[in-house]
């Protein structure tokens, strides 16, 4: 008889191989310290199935809220008040990438997750998009909501 020692599992971090991605992860902690800061409970970040992912799920006020974030990194121009500003000159807006297909991908994981997680029918839920914008130069981020997005 042999004894076989249990191995232990490690949760490998994610290893990010593009500007891209950093950019995004940057973004999504920065989200969640924006809505823990405007009280919502942080309940899962990633959740991820092989039909699409959520970035936040969070709730507030016995409300869900599935959140997703779009990131941006740019130097944020200064307005004549010394204030920054989170538009830039192209007028790019990280939002314009919530196509018919990922809102569609993201309905989908939704409905995963309500039913994996057995939520009352009766529960309220919404979908929120936060802009995330990041000056990695000056250390600094803007971040926009579009509340209650329509799937």
Request: aromatic share 10%.
């Amino acid at each position: 008889m042999f004894l076989v020692k249990p191995i232990k599992y490690q949760v490998m971090p994610k290893v990010f191989t593009s500007e891209k991605q950093k950019i995004g992860e940057i973004g999504e902690t920065i989200a969640v310290k924006f809505l823990v800061k405007h009280g919502f409970s942080i309940l899962d970040r990633n959740y991820t199935k092989k039909w699409g992912e959520i970035d936040i799920i969070s709730e507030k006020d016995s409300k869900l809220y599935f959140v997703e974030v779009k990131s941006v990194s740019r130097d944020l121009p200064a307005l004549p008040n010394g204030r920054e500003q989170a538009e830039t000159l192209d007028q790019y807006k990280p939002e314009d990438n919530m196509h018919p297909w990922k809102i569609k991908r993201l309905s989908r994981t939704i409905q995963t997750y309500l039913i994996s997680q057995k939520i009352p029918e009766e529960k309220e839920w919404q979908v929120d998009l936060l802009v995330i914008f990041l000056d990695i130069k000056n250390k600094k981020a803007k971040v926009k909501v579009v509340s209650n997005i329509i799937l």
